[in-house]
Structure formats: structure tokens, C-alpha cells
């Protein structure tokens, strides 16, 4: 397994040389200045217009695979617009009592109207977007009086209904003032568009006019239209799009998926995302996973997951992806097999318990409290039964 560490790593270095030699050569002609460096090459702070967004549409004319059920997935869906919000559609009527205040969200036409009273006054605002799928909650965000809030109370499809949100107190609001739910500075709402949906923030600007609803095609390649120009006129030198899967698996996991998901860097430099609720960050997980390599690509995000769809459900198609590495128990009764495997690069150790869905026991499911779900701990490790949750 080292050896192929070393080469994928050897690789990349190479791909970068070549890249450092060739890109003066092709620039030159054109006199431009090189591209600032950055670290995250997806994401554009050019103004709209300039940045060349094309839409998913535009891109499933050539990309029939990636493009098929993308746009239907949890991630492609992590913003609807109020329209659109299945959740919103299929309950004109939602409320929640607490303490002296009733809350209610309630539809008509194509807009749903968040309103907290206490009997005598009332506060009230439409519904901007709806965050999320629901299956950890789904959160709305509104304005009020020109500043953008997140909604103290989310709907969550264990309970199918209103319940407050994740990291809020667990009571009755201080007051009604305070009741509908927490504004959110310039600077978080921006980040919130940015992981939710595509084109929505471009350097250190919300374009609302320009979001579209979810993660989409040109949130993780950036903005295609440079891209698809070339592939019309067959220029393949150059494809003028960003592909992650290019990236070492490290950089892929951490600082690609991580941009969203969490990277270690982040949780580990921020005692605020540590603890329990740190299991929702499976980059950090994974990363701090005893024994296991992030820089071999039976390890990346990728190597479990399609982001262009749905995570899969069964069980067998995860062992396949431990057996990469493990070894099988037959491998120490047999000879011959213990040789296929070494042959395979299989080299770490078998266990002595079960040959089967080893993400059950190694891959816990936590529940975090108030979230009505539980999530999957990528910190792959022997559970034993009674730890307390290991940060
Ligand atoms: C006119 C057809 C066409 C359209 C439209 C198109 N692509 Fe492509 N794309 C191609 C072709 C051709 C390739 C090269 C395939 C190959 O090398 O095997 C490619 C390659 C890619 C790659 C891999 C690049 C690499 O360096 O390996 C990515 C990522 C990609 N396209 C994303 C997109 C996205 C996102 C969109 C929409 C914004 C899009 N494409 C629209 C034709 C198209
Ligand atoms: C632009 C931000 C962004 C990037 C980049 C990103 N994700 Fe996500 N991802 C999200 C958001 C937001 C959700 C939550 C979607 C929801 O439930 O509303 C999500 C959800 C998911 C889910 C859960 C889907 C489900 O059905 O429960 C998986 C799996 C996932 N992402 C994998 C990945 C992988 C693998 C990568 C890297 C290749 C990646 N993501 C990169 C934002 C991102
Ligand atoms: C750094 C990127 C990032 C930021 C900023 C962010 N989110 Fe998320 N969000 C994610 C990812 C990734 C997930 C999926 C994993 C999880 O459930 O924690 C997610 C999950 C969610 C979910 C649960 C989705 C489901 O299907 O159950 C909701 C609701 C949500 N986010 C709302 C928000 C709101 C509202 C904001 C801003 C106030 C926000 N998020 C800010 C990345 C982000
Ligand atoms: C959450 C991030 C994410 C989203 C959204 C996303 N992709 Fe990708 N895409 C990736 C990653 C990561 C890879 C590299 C996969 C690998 O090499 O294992 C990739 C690879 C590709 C490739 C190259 C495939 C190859 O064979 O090399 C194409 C083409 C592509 N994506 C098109 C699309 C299109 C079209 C959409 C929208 C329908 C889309 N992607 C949405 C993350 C994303
Ligand atoms: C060794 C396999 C493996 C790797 C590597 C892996 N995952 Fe997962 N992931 C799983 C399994 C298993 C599930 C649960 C699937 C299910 O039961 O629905 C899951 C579920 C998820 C979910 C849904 C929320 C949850 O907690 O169930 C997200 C989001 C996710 N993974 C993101 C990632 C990201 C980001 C990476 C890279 C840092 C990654 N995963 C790497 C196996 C893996
Ligand atoms: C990239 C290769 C690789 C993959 C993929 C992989 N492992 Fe491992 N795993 C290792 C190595 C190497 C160790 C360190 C000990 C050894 O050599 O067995 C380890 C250690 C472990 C341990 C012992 C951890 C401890 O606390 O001591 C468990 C349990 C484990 N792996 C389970 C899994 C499961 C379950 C999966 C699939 C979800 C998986 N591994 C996927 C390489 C891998
Ligand atoms: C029923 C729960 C369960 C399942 C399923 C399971 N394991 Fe284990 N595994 C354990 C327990 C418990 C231990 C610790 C055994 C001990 O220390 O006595 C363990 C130990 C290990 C170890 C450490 C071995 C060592 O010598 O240090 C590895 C690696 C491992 N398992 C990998 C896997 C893989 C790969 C799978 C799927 C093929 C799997 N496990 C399925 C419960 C399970």
C-alpha cells in the first residue's frame, strides 16, 4: 500500500511540474497575467456575467451519466426556493406551541408565511428559501427588516413536523422579539448560500438574483460556459473546467469536499465544531480515523461516494470498499488466498468477528440530540459498547 502512496503522490507532483512548465508557454501569446494562486479553483469571484455560468442543462447535453439523477439528490437539493420546497407544498399548515408563543407556517399560493404570537401581537415574514432535505431538518431563512434570520424551528421528517432547530435552546423564547429566530450577519448568510446552492455569492457578494436552488454542476467544476466553447470547437487540450478528480485524494477529501463538509483544519482550529455535533463533519472524521491513510485513494470521499448521486443503502457495496484494504479470515487459514490478497495490495489486518457490513459496528450511527437522526460517525474505529463519543 505505501508504494502505491508513493506513486499517486509522485504523480501528482509530476502532473503539477508539467503544469508549471507548460502554462508560461500557452499564456504567453496571450500576454495575461497567470492566475492568482487559490485554493479553491471551483469557486469564481468574478462578477456574474463575466464568470459564465451556464446551468445544468447546458452541461447534461454532453454529460448524460453525471447529469442524471444529480439534480434530485440530497446535495443537488440543499437549497428549494419557496416555490419549489416539496416540505413547504405537502404542509400548507405546520405549527408549535412554546411556552406562551405559537408559531405557524402557513401557505398560500406559491409563498409560505412564518409567524410567531403571543395571543395579543404577532410577527410575521415570508419564507425566502428552505435549507435542506429535512432528513436533519429542514431550516428557513427570512428577512426582517432588511437583515437576514434563520428560523429558530425546523421541520424534521422522523417527526414530520416542527420541532427547534439544531443548537438552539430546548425552551420557550426569551421574547416574542427574539422568537422567530436568530439573525445571521452578512458574513455567515454568505457562506450559507455558498454551501447550499450555485452562483449565489461570487468573492465577497450575495447575487440572490443569480442563486440556483442546490448544489449544483458549477458549484463544485465553477462556472462552464469557457468549457463548453472548447469542447464545441473539439479544443481537448485545454478543457477549461475544474475536475476534482484530479486532485490528490487528501486534498479531494479535506479541502474539496472539506470546503463544505468540514476539513480537519477547520474543526481542529475551531473548539466550537469539536464534540459531539462534529460527527456531522465526516472529513475530520475520517481524517482522524486510527490507522487509516488519507492520502490513499481507497480512502478519499470518492472511493465510497458518487457525488453526481444518491448515497448508497447497501450494506455489501461499503464491505467491498473495507476489503480494498482488509484482509478476508480466509486469508489465515489459506495460503494461496493470503497470497491473492498481498497480490491485491490488501494488507491490512482481518477481524476476528464478522466478514460482513463492517460499517455497522465500525461506522456507528450517532444520534445527535434535537436532530430526530442519526449520522453516520466516519471515524472508523473498533466501537466499543459504552465509550463516550470519542472527539
Ligand atoms: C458540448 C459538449 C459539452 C458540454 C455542453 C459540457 N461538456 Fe464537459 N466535457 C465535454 C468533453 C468532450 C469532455 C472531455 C471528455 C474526455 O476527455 O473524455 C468534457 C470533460 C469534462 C470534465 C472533465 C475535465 C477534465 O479535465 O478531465 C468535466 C469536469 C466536465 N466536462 C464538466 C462539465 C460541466 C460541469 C458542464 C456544464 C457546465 C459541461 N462539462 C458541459 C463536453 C461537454
Ligand atoms: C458546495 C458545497 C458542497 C461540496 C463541495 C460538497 N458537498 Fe456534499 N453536501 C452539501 C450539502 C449542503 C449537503 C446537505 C444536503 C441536504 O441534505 O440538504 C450535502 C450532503 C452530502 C451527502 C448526503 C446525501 C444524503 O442523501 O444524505 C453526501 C454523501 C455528500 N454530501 C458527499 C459529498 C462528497 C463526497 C463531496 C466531495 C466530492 C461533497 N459532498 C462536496 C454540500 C457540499
Ligand atoms: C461550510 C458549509 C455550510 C454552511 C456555512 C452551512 N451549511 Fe448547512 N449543511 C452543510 C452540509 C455539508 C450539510 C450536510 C451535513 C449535515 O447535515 O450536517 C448541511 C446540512 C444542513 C441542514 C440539514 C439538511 C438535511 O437534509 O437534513 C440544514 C437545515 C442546513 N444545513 C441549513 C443551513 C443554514 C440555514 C445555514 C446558514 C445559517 C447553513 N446550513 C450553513 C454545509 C453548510
Ligand atoms: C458535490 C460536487 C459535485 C457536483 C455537484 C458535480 N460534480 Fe462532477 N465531479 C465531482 C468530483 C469529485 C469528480 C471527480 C470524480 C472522480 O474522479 O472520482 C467529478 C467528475 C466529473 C466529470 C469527469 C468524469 C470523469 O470520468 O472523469 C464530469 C464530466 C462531471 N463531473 C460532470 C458533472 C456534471 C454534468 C454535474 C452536474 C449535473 C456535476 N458534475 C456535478 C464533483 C461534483
Ligand atoms: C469507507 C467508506 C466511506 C468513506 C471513505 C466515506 N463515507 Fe460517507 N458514508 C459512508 C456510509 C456507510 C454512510 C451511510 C450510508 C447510509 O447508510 O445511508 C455514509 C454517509 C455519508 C453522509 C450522509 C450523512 C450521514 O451521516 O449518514 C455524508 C454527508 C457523507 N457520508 C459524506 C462523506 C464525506 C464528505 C466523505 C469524505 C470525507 C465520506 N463521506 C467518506 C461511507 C463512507
Ligand atoms: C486505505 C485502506 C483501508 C481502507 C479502505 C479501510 N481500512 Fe481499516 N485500516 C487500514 C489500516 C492500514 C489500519 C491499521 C491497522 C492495520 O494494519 O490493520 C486499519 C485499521 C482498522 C481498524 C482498527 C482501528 C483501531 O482502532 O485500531 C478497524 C476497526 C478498521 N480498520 C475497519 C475498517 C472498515 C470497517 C473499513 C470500511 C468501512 C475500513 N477499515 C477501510 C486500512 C484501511
Ligand atoms: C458485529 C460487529 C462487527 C462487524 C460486522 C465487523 N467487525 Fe471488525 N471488529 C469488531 C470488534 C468487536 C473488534 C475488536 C475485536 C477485539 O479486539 O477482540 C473488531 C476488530 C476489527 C479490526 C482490528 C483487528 C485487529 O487485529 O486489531 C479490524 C481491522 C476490523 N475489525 C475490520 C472489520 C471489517 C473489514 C469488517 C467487515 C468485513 C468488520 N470488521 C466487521 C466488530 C465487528
Same mark, same amino acid.
Given at each position: 500500500?505505501?508504494?502505491?502512496?508513493?506513486?499517486?503522490q509522485a504523480f501528482a507532483a509530476l502532473a503539477f511540474t508539467v503544469a508549471c512548465l507548460c502554462l508560461p508557454l500557452l499564456s504567453r501569446g496571450q500576454m495575461s497575467a497567470p492566475a492568482?494562486?487559490?485554493?479553491?479553483?471551483?469557486? $469564481?469571484?468574478?462578477?456574474?456575467?463575466? #464568470?459564465?455560468?451556464? &446551468? *445544468?442543462?447546458?452541461?447534461?447535453?454532453?454529460?448524460?451519466?453525471?447529469?442524471?439523477?444529480?439534480?434530485? $439528490?440530497? /446535495?443537488? *437539493?440543499?437549497?428549494?426556493?419557496?416555490?419549489?420546497?416539496?416540505?413547504?407544498?405537502?404542509?400548507?399548515?405546520?405549527?408549535?406551541? %412554546?411556552?406562551?408563543?405559537?408559531?405557524? @407556517?402557513? *401557505?398560500?399560493?406559491?409563498?409560505?408565511?412564518?409567524?410567531? $404570537?403571543?395571543?395579543?401581537?404577532?410577527?410575521? %415574514?415570508? @419564507?425566502?428559501?428552505?435549507?435542506?432535505? &429535512?432528513?436533519?431538518?429542514? $431550516?428557513?431563512?427570512?428577512?426582517?427588516?432588511?437583515?437576514? !434570520?434563520?428560523?429558530?424551528?425546523?421541520?424534521?421528517?422522523?417527526?414530520?413536523?416542527?420541532?427547534?432547530?439544531?443548537? !438552539?435552546?430546548?425552551?420557550?423564547?426569551?421574547?416574542?422579539?427574539?422568537?422567530? &429566530?436568530?439573525?445571521?450577519?452578512?458574513?455567515?448568510?454568505?457562506?450559507?448560500?455558498?454551501?447550499?446552492?450555485?452562483?449565489?455569492?461570487?468573492?465577497?457578494?450575495?447575487?440572490?438574483?443569480?442563486?440556483? +436552488?442546490?448544489?449544483?454542476?458549477?458549484s463544485c467544476h465553477g462556472p462552464g460556459r469557457d468549457h463548453v466553447a472548447a469542447m464545441r470547437a473539439r479544443d481537448l487540450k485545454d478543457k477549461r473546467i475544474f475536475n476534482p478528480g484530479?486532485?490528490?485524494?487528501?486534498?479531494?477529501?479535506?479541502?474539496?469536499?472539506?470546503?463544505?463538509?468540514?476539513?480537519?483544519?477547520?474543526?481542529?482550529?475551531?473548539?466550537?465544531?469539536?464534540?459531539?455535533?462534529?460527527?456531522?463533519?465526516?472529513? !475530520?472524521?475520517?481524517?482522524?480515523?486510527? &490507522?487509516?491513510?488519507?492520502?490513499?485513494?481507497? /480512502?478519499?470521499?470518492?472511493?465510497?461516494?458518487?457525488?453526481?448521486?444518491?448515497?448508497?443503502?447497501?450494506?455489501?457495496?461499503?464491505?467491498?470498499?473495507?476489503? #480494498?484494504?482488509?484482509?478476508?479470515?480466509?486469508?489465515?487459514?489459506?495460503?494461496?488466498?493470503?497470497?491473492?490478497?498481498?497480490?491485491?495490495?490488501?494488507?491490512?489486518?482481518?477481524? +476476528?468477528?464478522?466478514?460482513? %457490513?463492517?460499517?455497522?459496528?465500525? /461506522?456507528?450511527?450517532?444520534?445527535?440530540?434535537?436532530?430526530?437522526?442519526?449520522?453516520?460517525?466516519?471515524?472508523? *474505529?473498533?466501537?466499543?459498547?459504552?465509550?463516550?463519543? +470519542?472527539?
Amino acid at each position: 500500500m505505501k508504494s502505491r502512496v508513493r506513486h499517486v503522490q509522485a504523480f501528482a507532483a509530476l502532473a503539477f511540474t508539467v503544469a508549471c512548465l507548460c502554462l508560461p508557454l500557452l499564456s504567453r501569446g496571450q500576454m495575461s497575467a497567470p492566475a492568482p494562486y487559490t485554493r479553491t479553483p471551483w469557486r $469564481t469571484s468574478k462578477p456574474f456575467e463575466e #464568470a459564465g455560468y451556464v &446551468g *445544468r442543462e447546458a452541461c447534461a447535453k454532453c454529460h448524460e451519466q453525471e447529469s442524471a439523477s444529480q439534480h434530485t $439528490t440530497a /446535495m443537488g *437539493r440543499a437549497i428549494e426556493t419557496v416555490a419549489d420546497s416539496r416540505v413547504l407544498v405537502a404542509h400548507p399548515r405546520m405549527s408549535f406551541r %412554546a411556552g406562551p408563543y405559537l408559531f405557524q @407556517i402557513m *401557505r398560500q399560493g406559491g409563498a409560505s408565511t412564518y409567524s410567531v $404570537t403571543d395571543g395579543t401581537r404577532t410577527i410575521s %415574514a415570508p @419564507i425566502l428559501y428552505a435549507f435542506g432535505q &429535512g432528513k436533519a431538518g429542514q $431550516t428557513y431563512v427570512f428577512k426582517l427588516d432588511g437583515e437576514f !434570520y434563520e428560523s429558530r424551528l425546523s421541520y424534521y421528517k422522523e417527526i414530520d413536523g416542527l420541532d427547534y432547530t439544531i443548537g !438552539y435552546e430546548r425552551k420557550a423564547p426569551p421574547s416574542l422579539e427574539e422568537a422567530l &429566530g436568530r439573525r445571521i450577519a452578512e458574513d455567515e448568510a454568505r457562506s450559507c448560500f455558498q454551501c447550499h446552492a450555485t452562483a449565489a455569492v461570487s468573492g465577497r457578494n450575495l447575487q440572490l438574483e443569480h442563486l440556483m +436552488p442546490g448544489v449544483s454542476c458549477e458549484s463544485c467544476h465553477g462556472p462552464g460556459r469557457d468549457h463548453v466553447a472548447a469542447m464545441r470547437a473539439r479544443d481537448l487540450k485545454d478543457k477549461r473546467i475544474f475536475n476534482p478528480g484530479k486532485m490528490s485524494p487528501d486534498e479531494l477529501s479535506q479541502e474539496f469536499c472539506g470546503s463544505c463538509h468540514r476539513s480537519a483544519e477547520q474543526v481542529l482550529s475551531n473548539k466550537t465544531l469539536q464534540g459531539l455535533h462534529s460527527v456531522r463533519f465526516q472529513p !475530520y472524521r475520517l481524517f482522524t480515523s486510527p &490507522g487509516h491513510e488519507p492520502f490513499d485513494p481507497r /480512502m478519499s470521499c470518492t472511493a465510497c461516494h458518487d457525488p453526481h448521486d444518491n448515497p448508497r443503502q447497501d450494506e455489501s457495496f461499503y464491505d467491498s470498499k473495507c476489503f #480494498a484494504c482488509h484482509r478476508s479470515q480466509a486469508s489465515l487459514k489459506s495460503p494461496q488466498v493470503a497470497k491473492q490478497e498481498a497480490a491485491d495490495e490488501r494488507n491490512a489486518k482481518p477481524c +476476528p468477528v464478522a466478514q460482513k %457490513a463492517c460499517a455497522s459496528c465500525h /461506522m456507528p450511527k450517532v444520534e445527535l440530540p434535537g436532530s430526530h437522526f442519526k449520522f453516520t460517525d466516519h471515524r472508523i *474505529r473498533i466501537a466499543r459498547p459504552g465509550e463516550p463519543f +470519542p472527539n
